[in-house]
Nanobody, 115 residues
């Protein structure tokens, strides 16, 4: 069974940086594409970044070059490096993948960006 666990979220000032980590377990990470999503209070969950098994990445328009998604298959971890954070980046961040046709989600990690 695939399980995901996010970590690294915390309170940070605007303009600061954070690195989120998604720990993947249950099968080799190299077999799965991965995504980062976020959900702000009262808002729909939205995709932030995606990375394929081959390492190709894609980002939402609002990222504007500030975030970088990466993966370390040997450690079964996926990262989201976030720089130049803005108050509007405040949200719960989730990693996700598809396993046997179903989406699997972590529990989320809270990122709060203060002005």
């Amino acid at each position: 069974q695939v399980q995901l666990m996010e970590s690294g979220g915390r309170l940070v000032q605007a303009g600061g940086s954070l690195r989120l980590t998604c720990t993947f377990s249950g099968l080799p990470l190299k077999l799965n594409g991965m995504r980062w999503y976020r959900q702000a209070p009262g808002q729909k969950r939205e995709m932030v970044a995606a990375i394929t098994t081959g390492g190709t990445s894609d980002y939402a328009d609002f990222v504007e070059g500030r975030f970088t998604v990466s993966r370390d298959n040997a450690k079964n971890m996926v990262y989201l490096q976030m720089n130049n954070l803005k108050s509007e980046d405040t949200a719960v961040y989730y990693c996700a993948t598809v396993y046997r046709g179903n989406w699997v989600w972590g529990q989320g990690t809270q990122v709060t960006v203060s002005l």
